[in-house]
């Protein structure tokens, strides 16, 4: 495992090889805006969610017929990653490693490249198989709250209602209660995570959303318009917020286990390649 420095005149982000994590990234200032782990808490930082994010139901499904075993969020985050290209304010990963849950021949890049006060993220699969497969992606970065979470807020970019989809274990139900209507804004509160765990929003209008604090003037701007679902996740008590752009959510506890079926799915003929893409604006 090794550590990959990029930076510019006003970033610096450090990754990690294993997973091709971001592990740290500092402002001009030198304030870190990305938890650092605890083992009390939570030692990840921000992994890359594939070929699923979240968990699937029985930690399997079927892609024509053949059934295969997958681990919640996937395999990419306990891998070792190959850094195909560096420069001085970019960096790009690459895994080629197959799993027995997806026994396909494939490339999975990351790639971020620092612009400004902006990290800009780019997962690109492409299928090098003589089959299809199915894929999805999500990001998990956790931003630092040293303050505790209930001194930040979300401002969504346009008035949301935040309609949790509750969860049984790691899989969603259809079942869903409301945490706020008709707003822009939406307070951390450390009781939802207590109650919930995670919250799971499936039908958010907005792809961008600004996390803040009254306390003072830094601002973080996660921008994810190839992402359709939006995850907020800490564990009680730690100073981190995760805010988690899906391209899937878990699994439906009643879910028939057809990878095809499952919403967010993105299936690839030999050949093909698709890219999505996220923005970490730090301010």
């Given at each position: 495992m090794d550590m990959i420095e990029i930076k510019n005149e006003r970033l610096t982000a450090v990754f990690s090889t294993h997973g091709a994590e971001l592990q740290s990234l500092r402002d001009q200032n030198g304030v870190e805006r990305i938890w650092q782990g605890d083992p009390a808490f939570w030692t990840g930082h921000a992994p890359v969610l594939f070929p699923v994010a979240g968990a699937l139901r029985g930690d399997t499904y079927t892609l024509d017929g053949v059934r295969y075993a997958m681990p919640k969020h996937g395999f990419s985050s306990g891998m070792d990653w190959q850094v195909e290209k560096q420069t001085a304010d970019s960096v790009t990963f690459l895994l080629t490693q197959?799993?027995?849950?997806?026994?396909?021949?494939?490339?999975?890049?990351a790639r971020y490249v620092l612009c400004e006060n902006q990290v800009q993220v780019e997962y690109a699969v492409h299928n090098l198989d003589t089959r299809d497969f199915c894929f999805s992606l999500g990001a998990h970065e956790a931003y630092a709250a040293p303050e505790g979470i209930e001194a930040y807020e979300l401002v969504f970019d346009q008035a949301e209602n935040f309609d949790h989809s509750l969860l049984e274990g790691s899989l969603i139900t259809h079942r869903t209660v409301s945490l706020g209507q008709h707003t822009r804004v939406f307070q951390l509160r450390r009781a939802d995570f207590e109650?919930?765990?995670?919250?799971?929003?499936?039908?958010?209008?907005?792809?961008?959303?600004?996390?803040?604090?009254?306390?003072?003037?830094?601002?973080?701007?996660?921008?994810?318009?190839?992402?359709d679902v939006l995850l907020l996740w800490t564990v009680p008590g730690a100073g981190y917020i995760c805010i988690e752009p899906w391209r899937n959510a878990p699994d439906y506890t009643d879910a028939d286990g057809d990878i095809r079926h499952k919403p967010g799915m993105i299936a690839l003929r030999p050949g093909q390649e698709r890219s999505l893409r996220h923005t970490l604006t730090i301010e």
């Open positions: 197959p799993h027995p849950g997806f026994p396909f021949q494939y490339k999975l890049r109650t919930y765990d995670s919250l799971v929003f499936l039908n958010l209008a907005s792809r961008g959303v600004t996390l803040q604090s009254p306390l003072h003037g830094r601002k973080i701007r996660v921008a994810y318009p190839d992402f």
